[in-house]
């Protein structure tokens, strides 16, 4: 009889399961954790793979030494539906998962981590708005992305707070029925192109201090865009300085309420960092086959250096490290499409890709020996590329510090 019950709770386990959405990556009862991809992420992921083999890798050198930005490949991408993957379909999006997100990531970093930040960069911006917007506001601002190739940025770093969003001095202060924001943002990817800005302030709440966050329309007069910052990688994404002095905002471009701005910005990564971390496995994804082709090919004492131990040894611990960082970035995004807090993953995810990222692409310059170090081979690049892994969208060692915190929290 006991067997029984479990047989029957089983089936009825399997048969809950059964009505999920087919995209989404689940475990279930009798299979365990499940590492296949399903027939609709394959798709996006041979989309992507064959937009980055004849649009992004046969360009990424030019834009890399020019610093142009991508637009008709940004264009081109919104077209086939790489951008904007997250905005529910009520707004014109596809209304994919965060591992979705992730798959399309990968790919497009595979080709270059510089044109594929300029094709995602929306995602960023789009978080806070899909976390505590109105349905006024979502169909406003997501619709607005969805109809036309235009895009919006995250306005949060400043010169004097980065790791330090708690010390931002960009401030907001309420009059009548309007907010007027005064202050300067730095590093804002996408700055330029942007149609309107998430912006995150400080502000007075009842005498005392507070976060506000705001939706701001490009052309808001008071709006100023710096000059594009010349980076030692990722050239082709668009990053600039925003100024803003004496500019308006009506209280219905206040998201959530006054005191929320902070919980807001920092709920957004929780999405965010997952695909982030995903283009790091793109770029070392990309390390790996260019070393193993270099090293097949190229030939010294006589025989291909992918035959010597030393050589050898370099490119299985890329392997190694792409797939175990490809296993992390897919369980943070499946922890959040499941409806959980993924804080402690998506932060493990981050902190481990990025450093992986920066290993596996000095470790192919190696590879590459002189070759790898001239402008003529593909690995210096990536070298340079993978740095900014480490930093933005939370230091490596922020992420550490919230890994830490998590861990502590967890065990009183």
Not at 12 to 17: A, G, V
Not at 317 to 337: C, H, K, N, Q
Not at 380 to 406: N, P, V
Request: hydrophobic letters at 40%; glycine letters at 8%.
């Amino acid at each position: 009889r006991l067997f029984s019950c479990q047989m029957r709770l089983a089936t009825k386990t399997l048969s809950q399961f059964s009505r999920l959405p087919t995209r989404r990556f689940y475990v279930t009862s009798f299979e365990g954790v499940n590492f296949s991809l399903t027939d609709e992420q394959r798709q996006y992921q041979e989309v992507a793979r064959n937009f980055t083999k004849e649009h992004i890798i046969p360009n990424a050198a030019r834009f890399d030494k020019t610093g142009e930005y991508p637009e008709d490949l940004f264009k081109k991408a919104w077209e086939l539906g790489l951008c904007n993957s997250g905005i529910e379909q009520k707004y014109g999006g596809l209304g994919l998962g965060i591992l979705d997100a992730c798959i399309i990531s990968e790919e497009l970093a595979f080709g270059c981590t510089g044109v594929s930040t300029a094709i995602v960069a929306n995602e960023l911006a789009e978080a806070p708005v899909n976390v505590a917007g109105t349905e006024e506001q979502k169909k406003k601002y997501l619709g607005r992305l969805t109809e036309a190739p235009i895009q919006a940025a995250y306005c949060v770093t400043e010169p004097g707070a980065g790791s330090d969003v708690a010390g931002i001095k960009t401030r907001s202060e309420k009059k009548g029925d309007k907010w007027v924001i005064n202050g300067q943002k730095m590093w804002i990817t996408g700055g330029s192109r942007a149609n309107w800005y998430f912006v995150l302030t400080k502000t007075d709440d009842n005498g005392k201090p507070a976060f506000a966050a705001f939706i701001v329309d490009r052309d808001t007069p008071g709006i100023t865009v710096g000059k594009k910052e010349i980076n030692m990688g990722q050239r082709a994404s668009d990053t600039r300085g925003i100024t803003f002095e004496d500019v308006v905002v009506p209280q219905e471009n206040l998201l959530g309420r006054v005191g929320d701005g902070f919980k807001i910005a920092m709920k957004a990564f929780d999405k965010t960092r997952p695909p982030v971390a995903a283009g790091a496995v793109g770029l070392a994804r990309r390390a790996l086959e260019e070393s193993i082709a270099y090293s097949k090919q190229r030939k010294t004492m006589g025989v291909p250096i992918a035959t010597h131990q030393a050589v050898s040894s370099m490119i299985a611990d890329m392997a190694i490290g792409v797939e175990t960082a490809r296993l992390m970035v897919y369980r943070s995004a499946w922890e959040i499409d499941q409806g959980r807090r993924n804080t402690y993953f998506a932060s493990v995810a981050k902190c481990y890709a990025a450093d992986m990222a920066n290993k596996a692409a000095s470790d192919a310059v190696q590879i590459f020996g002189g070759n790898g170090y001239n402008t003529e081979y593909p690995v210096e690049k990536l070298m340079r590329d993978a740095k900014l892994f480490q930093i933005y969208e939370g230091t490596s060692q922020i992420q550490r510090l919230i890994i830490a915190k998590e861990l502590f929290e967890r065990s009183v």
